[in-house]
């Protein structure tokens, strides 16, 4: 299956939400609709057991009771009895009363009622001659539930007591009840998925603008941005997303200008170096002093080289591999290091009496890098100390010269890639590519530290490398 066929099948996220709440809708809707019904249903049930119940206990009371109540004279006989109980009785619409004395007449209320149970032999009969004192029948008119009471005369006489009740006319108001509140479920999920599309909309449309604006932004735009309204979930993503804009149009800008100067400061070698080939002409002199003036700029091409490098792998995890390491230890061999970049009066300062844990080898890089941007900015037998410090869990080392000093401008870009300060020193001193200070400043920024410029306005300059992971 290809990518353009999975794309057409995926169902939008707005679609998804309304489908699942639509569905959970559903589930609850059918769940008490079902609930309602079984509830209706037992309910009655249990009425049509409550009613029959009550019709039979009146005519055991009046059965053990023996006397009419009217005439307060005892019953003669069972005919008698049944039919002056029938003839007070006031039953229901859906109810069914009917007296039977043996061996076979069939007493009933002079009414209309919805069933002729006293006409009709074929369920009468059945229910006479069962043992069990209650029960249900199939009738024309639908199901009917029926209780008997046996009754046994004065003088020996038998006869039976039948209730019945139709029970389909309740359950068939049952059922128009539940097709009702069916439909009027149906309509619900109808306004509900109308409510879930517009709602789902309105959740979504950050994300939406998310999207968009994702898929406007190129590397030459990044300057789009999402509306911020209200302080929900998707308010913090459309600002993570804004601030992840802002990062990656501020690291697009800083590759851009870096591949500007990495193109310019490697074309400038390569122009001379082509220059002078092109001119050279058969003068062996000639020949030997253009090689040398090319060896010179193929040189400093490989430091540039080496030096961006050195920046690309600042960026990996591993670039620094501490351990730990005597502080006094490092700074002597640093000392003895700096001592040999250039003829100038070196003095050690200070030696801190700690163990830091740390990269010696990067250390080493970042503080001979600018013992040797001191001796670029000084002349012969100017004073250059190096130092270093521990204190508060934090171990400092230090390069302090008293050359021309950093001017005020060149301080807040001075450890920028490619960024040269004003040059002092010696005269016919050549400024470097610019990248010594950004590989101190990443070596620092890669143990968790910091790199400080110090310049007081009288001159001289002291470049300070404060790393954590200092112990006594």
Request: charged content about 25%; proline content about 5%.
């Amino acid at each position: 299956m290809t990518d353009a066929v999975r794309a057409r099948r995926v169902v939008p996220a707005r679609v998804r939400i309304m489908g699942w709440m639509l569905l959970l809708m559903a589930i609850v809707l059918v769940t008490v609709t079902l609930v309602t019904r079984t509830f209706l249903m037992q309910r009655i049930d249990a009425d049509v057991t409550s009613a029959l119940e009550q019709e039979a206990g009146e005519l055991s009371r009046v059965a053990r009771g023996g006397v009419d109540r009217a005439t307060q004279q005892p019953f003669r006989d069972v005919r008698e009895l049944l039919f002056n109980h029938l003839q007070r009785q006031h039953p229901d619409d859906d109810e069914v009363i009917v007296g039977w004395v043996a061996p076979g007449e069939v007493l009933a209320q002079d009414r209309s009622e919805p069933f002729r149970l006293a006409t009709r032999p074929d369920v009468l009969d059945p229910i006479l001659a069962s043992d069990a004192p209650s029960g249900a029948a199939d009738t024309d008119a639908g199901e009917l539930r029926w209780i008997k009471v046996e009754v046994t005369g004065p003088v020996g006489d038998r006869g039976a007591f039948v209730v019945g009740y139709l029970v389909d006319r309740d359950r068939a108001e049952i059922d128009d009840t539940i097709q009702t509140l069916v439909v009027v479920s149906a309509a619900g999920l109808v306004v509900a998925a109308l409510v879930a599309w517009l709602v789902a909309g309105r959740i979504l449309a950050p994300v939406r603008l998310v999207r968009r604006a994702a898929a406007e932004i190129t590397e030459r735009d990044l300057t789009q941005r999402i509306p911020i309204a209200g302080r929900d979930d998707i308010a913090a993503l459309a600002s993570q997303f804004n601030s992840m804009l802002d990062r990656l149009e501020q690291a697009f800008g800083t590759q851009r200008r870096f591949v500007d100067d990495a193109s310019h400061e490697l074309r400038t070698p390569i122009t001379i170096v082509r220059g002078h080939l092109e001119l050279m002409g058969d003068d062996p002199a000639e020949r030997a002093a253009v090689v040398r003036l090319c060896t010179d700029e193929l040189d400093r091409m490989g430091r540039i080289v080496a030096d961006l490098l050195m920046l690309a792998k600042a960026e990996r995890p591993d670039f620094v591999r501490p351990e730990p390491v005597e502080v006094a230890e490092l700074t002597g061999d640093l000392y003895a290091k700096c001592r040999a970049l250039g003829d100038r009066d070196w003095r050690l300062a200070s030696i801190g009496e700690c163990t830091a844990r740390l990269d010696p080898q990067r250390v080493t890089q970042a503080v001979v890098q600018l013992a040797q941007n001191a001796v670029q900015h000084t002349t012969a037998g100017d004073e250059i100390q190096v130092g270093s410090s521990c204190h508060d869990g934090q171990v400092t080392f230090w390069i302090t010269d008293h050359g021309a000093g950093v001017p005020e401008p060149d301080r807040e870009t001075i450890f920028g890639r490619f960024a040269r300060g004003s040059t002092g020193g010696a005269a016919g001193h050549r400024a470097g590519a610019g990248l010594g200070l950004a590989i101190v400043h990443a070596i620092a920024e890669a143990h968790g530290g910091t790199v400080r410029l110090t310049s007081p306005e009288g001159g001289g300059a002291t470049f300070s490398l404060d790393l954590p992971g200092a112990a006594p």
